[in-house]
């Protein structure tokens, strides 16, 4: 693995911990504010505020496990490609995403500057 890769499993661990949280912290740190997220529904928007806010306490059932699956992460000279499966668990239920997030070294610092969910 090499280092870029590691990096970002790292993030995306981080990630993760910031599902099971919430911790919209961690959501105004990684994502850049000019991210473009491709939804469910294939519409494309700048959505960090969305993100962010969907992610303070309270907002939303509070997640009892995240797993992930299928982790592929693919090392670009600053940048890296991410696609995975996330299978999340609250007291309604279960349910899994499919994602695509791209990464970038921006001020040294990782962020996603685009991801994709899918069903």
């Known amino acids: 693995m090499s280092s870029t890769q590691t990096e970002i499993a790292q993030m995306e661990e981080r ?13 105004e740190e990684a994502l850049a504010d000019d991210a473009v997220i491709v939804s469910q529904d294939g519409r494309a928007a700048f959505a960090k505020a969305q993100v962010v806010e969907a992610h303070r306490p309270g907002k939303a059932p509070k997640f009892i496990r995240v797993e992930v ?4 992460i693919v090392d670009h000279p600053g940048a890296a490609v991410v696609t995975s ?17 791209v990464w970038l070294r921006k001020n ?9 969910i899918s069903n």
């Not at 990630?15 to 959501?27: C, I, K, T, V």
């Not at 699956?69 to 592929?72: G, H, I, V």
């Not at 499966?85 to 997030?101: A, H, I, S």
Request: no cysteine; charged share 30%; proline share 5%.
């Open 108 to 116: 040294d610092r990782w962020q996603v500057i685009a991801a994709s």
């Open 15 to 27: 990630l993760r911990l910031a599902e099971l949280g919430p911790d919209p912290s961690f959501f």
């Open 69 to 72: 699956n299928e982790t592929q």
């Open 85 to 101: 499966r996330w299978t999340y668990e609250n007291d309604q239920g279960r349910f899994t995403l499919k994602f695509m997030r």
